[in-house]
Structure formats: C-alpha cells, structure tokens
T-cell receptor, first 111, second 115 residues
C-alpha cells in the first residue's frame, strides 16, 4: 500500500536541543496528523492539521501543513527526556478517508 | 475518558494455534481497525470495518480474519499462527466529522510472540 516518506528514521539528540522531522507524499492530502507512541503503548494524537499552510502548536510542539498539500513537518523545541518515543505522521489522500502512515521517527535523547 | 481496550498486553502462542485478539471501544465509533507494527515498517493495516458485520481487507490480510458482531467489538483472528506473525498488534477506532476531521484512538497494543 501507499506509504508516506517520513524522515529521519531515527534521531539521537541531546536534552534541550530542538528537533525537526517531516513527511512527504506523492498525493495531495486534505488532513495531516501527527502521533506519538510511547514505549509499550499505542500512538496518541499530538496535532491535527486541516488546511494548507496551517501552523499549529501544542506546547513545545509545532506542526505545519505544507502549501503544496503534499508535506508536513513537526518541530519539538527544547527536548526533554519524556519526548522519547516514535513519532508518526498520517493522513488520508483526497477522496479517501482511510489513513496512510509514515514509517515513524524514533527519537532518542541522550542525557 | 474515551478508551480502546485490547484484551491482552502480551501473548505467547505456539505455531499452528488459532489466536483471538479482542478489541473493545466505548466511544460509539463506526470505524475500527487492526494494524500490526514491526520495527522500521511503521503501521500496516490488516483489516478494517466501517459497520457491524462489515469488513474490508487492508494491506496485509493474508493469514488473518476478523469479526465484528457488535459495534463496540472488533476481533482479529490468526487462523493458524506462524512465527512470522510475531509482532505488536494495535487496534484503533475512529469517527469522521464533517470537513474531514478525524478522531483515531488506539489501544495499548498486544505484543504477540509465536514460538
């Protein structure tokens, strides 16, 4: 099935650093969703984006819906240890309400 | 607090066994999904259901079946478990509002090991 291109696959960063990850698609999306999965748990929705160009924040997290409707990015500022986990992007292509998922970005924070 | 509950967090089964993974949601959602998650492969859709007694194949349905007899319950069945079905299994339910707004809620997952 179709999959989004999510990068990077993993990140090793120092506590306090900013983090940036992105997703791209060959199809136009009408919604972009960003999820986080803590170890041993299911993914939890962080941010939902519904309009091209939309920029939305959730605490230290900021996500944007790309103007072309084919990409999105997620930034985390001043990372802390509880940010570790796997971050997934997801979205439905236009005319299809079934979600397509990125492969995930694993965030590891060095103390 | 809305919830999706998966009956087991960890399961160990033998090759050839019939395995049932149960999922229950309390949000009155129409849509329910079963995914498997493997390192580096993200979430892969096995089966989904948009209504009671309705099911649709996802991307990797081979070796699996599903049952949805009641709106709140969606079961994944491994007819004859094999070692390559060792994985994390995630159940989700969702609604769709006007304007394509989504609500996907996941269970905590079942880590299945087939020996």
């Amino acid at each position: 099935g179709q999959q989004l291109n999510q990068s990077p696959q993993s990140m090793f960063i120092q506590e306090g650093e900013d983090v940036s990850m992105n997703c791209t698609s060959s199809s136009i999306f009408n919604t972009w969703l960003w999820y986080k999965q803590d170890p041993g748990e299911g993914p939890v929705l962080l941010i939902a984006l519904y309009k091209a160009g939309e920029l939305t924040s959730n605490g230290r997290l900021t996500a944007q819906f790309g103007i072309t409707r084919k990409d999105s990015f997620l930034n985390i500022s001043a990372s802390i240890p509880s940010d570790v986990g796997i971050y997934f992007c997801a979205g439905p292509p236009v005319s299809n309400y079934q979600l397509i998922w990125g492969a995930g970005t694993k965030l590891i924070i060095k103390p | 607090d809305v919830k999706v509950t998966q009956s087991s967090r960890y399961l160990v089964k033998r090759t050839g066994e019939k395995v049932f993974l149960e999922c229950v949601q309390d949000m009155d959602h129409e849509n329910m999904f079963w995914y498997r998650q493997d390192p580096g492969l993200g979430l892969r859709l096995i089966y989904f259901s948009y209504d009671v007694k309705m099911k649709e194949k996802g991307d990797i349905p081979e070796g699996y079946s599903v049952s949805r007899e009641k709106k709140e319950r969606f079961s994944l069945i491994l007819e004859s478990a094999s070692t390559n079905q060792t994985s994390m299994y995630l159940c989700a339910s969702s609604f769709i509002l006007a304007g394509a707004k989504y609500g996907y809620t996941f269970g905590s997952g079942t880590r299945l090991t087939v020996v």
